[in-house]
């Protein structure tokens, strides 16, 4: 008799819990871009697989000897003020705009030299039409001045979980705790 009624009651429970639908993507998201991106390691995602943490975005190439590497040690410096218990929540992401010679062997390569292999770490490239979406959507500019440098804008993005443009920092000397400040914010409420 025991196990009747607990067998009903187990019954009852899952078919009267509600199907969850899945939460919808705001028309403001970065979530709502199609495009293919590939990571450093080689896996096939889009961006909407980034969906649930804060993003910390920046738009690099491995090749530049400038503005870059002044952006990717603002990431890392980012990275230290960001509190260890809120990195589960985040994702430091770099796009580059030289998918030619940015292969996932090569962001790889970067990330390794870099110091930026943990996890939270995510390197991406695309096409360049697709690329050059995500940098309208940003409002970043760059044009390719030679066969090996390109010209572009230096610009850091904060996104909320849902994909939301959060603020941007533009330059190279950005306020380091001011973004990191921020994303504290936002990864601790997610």
């Known amino acids: ?5 607990l067998l009903i ?8 819990k509600k199907e969850e639908k899945p939460k919808e993507i ?3 998201s970065i979530f709502q871009l199609t495009s293919t991106w590939e990571n450093q ?17 920046v ?3 491995t090749t530049c000897k400038f503005a ?7 990431m890392k410096k980012i990275e230290k003020q960001i509190k260890p218990s809120n990195l589960k929540d985040v994702s430091m992401v770099l796009v580059s705009i030289d998918p030619k010679t ?3 062997e090569r962001l790889a390569e970067f990330a390794k030299t ?5 996890d939270h770490w995510v390197f991406l490239r695309s096409n360049e039409a697709d690329t050059q979406e995500f940098a309208n959507v940003l409002a970043m500019k760059y044009k390719k001045i030679s066969p090996v440098d390109f010209s572009h804008s230096n610009i850091i993005s904060i996104f909320n979980k849902e994909g939301k443009l959060i603020m941007q920092e533009e330059g190279l000397e950005i306020d380091v705790a001011k973004v990191a400040g921020e994303v504290n914010k936002l990864a601790k409420s997610s």
Do not use: R, W
């Not at 009651?9 to 009267?16: A, D, G, K, N, T």
């Not at 390691?41 to 975005?57: A, I, P, Y």
């Not at 870059?68 to 603002?74: E, N, S, T, Y």
């Open 26 to 28: 705001p028309t403001d």
């Open 114 to 118: 870099s110091g930026m292999e943990a």
């Open 1 to 5: 008799m025991k196990h009747l009624l």
């Open 41 to 57: 390691h080689n896996d096939s995602l889009q961006l909407k697989d980034l969906q649930g943490k804060t993003l910390v975005v």
């Open 102 to 104: 940015d292969t996932p």
């Open 59 to 61: 738009m690099i190439y």
């Open 68 to 74: 870059c590497p002044i952006l990717v040690a603002d």
């Open 9 to 16: 009651l187990c019954i009852s429970f899952f078919s009267c």
